[in-house]
């Protein structure tokens, strides 16, 4: 069965950090690409950051660059996405996917919501 499950949104003040993570099973971890959504009120869901099946690789929208970093850990089968700096407009659920050759994953979902 596969699984991804997001932990660590909260509330948090602005100009604060959070940091989630991601714990996957039930797949090959180490052959998917890993990448962070998140979906405000009213808005599309927008892709963050993604990491390669290797790690090698990461890439972020504009809008988060120098702040948030993507990162995995291909023996514990996790993700993580650390968030410095945060903006009361990075408020969303944030999500964990996993993308495949043949498959696409999505956790449930976090909340993250900086607010004074």
């Known amino acids: 069965q596969v699984q991804l499950v997001e932990s660590g949104g909260g509330l948090v003040q602005p100009g604060g950090s959070l940091r989630l993570s991601c714990a996957a099973s039930g797949f090959s971890f180490n052959t998917y690409a890993m990448s962070w959504y998140r979906q405000a009120p009213g808005k599309e869901r927008e892709l963050v950051a993604t990491i390669s099946s290797t790690g090698r690789t990461t890439s972020y929208v504009d809008s988060v660059k120098g702040r948030f970093t993507i990162s995995r850990d291909n023996v514990k089968n996790t993700a993580a996405l650390q968030m410095n700096s945060l903006k009361p407009e990075d408020t969303a659920v944030y999500y964990c996917?996993?993308?495949?050759?043949?498959?696409?994953?999505w956790g449930q979902g976090t909340q993250v919501t900086v607010s004074s």
């Open positions: 996917n996993a993308k495949g050759i043949r498959y696409i994953y």
